[in-house]
């Protein structure tokens, strides 16, 4: 049985990772390493809310950073992730005792912006 310290560490992994943006954006660098300006670029988002992504992500354990003279590159952590072994799978992302598979395809998830919500006007 996992203790509740070790619970909430991959809760926190989770949590990391449970957003469409960060999932577009590890699908992205299961493929290698990459600077923000590119991620956002890829990710079609705004650059402050890239970098903000990516901190939650490093903050988590799920990412390292390194400079590259004005640029800062973003990797998945080698303790966290394990390249793919076959051509369908990117990779598998070890978060606790779950695992995550990022599989191969042509274009990155798509990001869903959940159910639209109505407008209730005040009736006269």
Known sequence: MTDFSEARKVAALLAAVAEPTRLRVLWQLAKGPEHVGRLAEVIDIP???MSHHLGVM????VLDDAKDGRRV???LRADVFT???SPDVLGVLA???FRMVLRAKPEPPPVTTGAKTRRKTAKK
């Open 47 to 49: 650059m402050v809310n």
């Open 58 to 61: 490093r903050q988590a354990g």
């Open 73 to 75: 590159i973003y990797k």
């Open 83 to 85: 390249p793919g072994t």
């Open 95 to 97: 978060l606790g005792s």
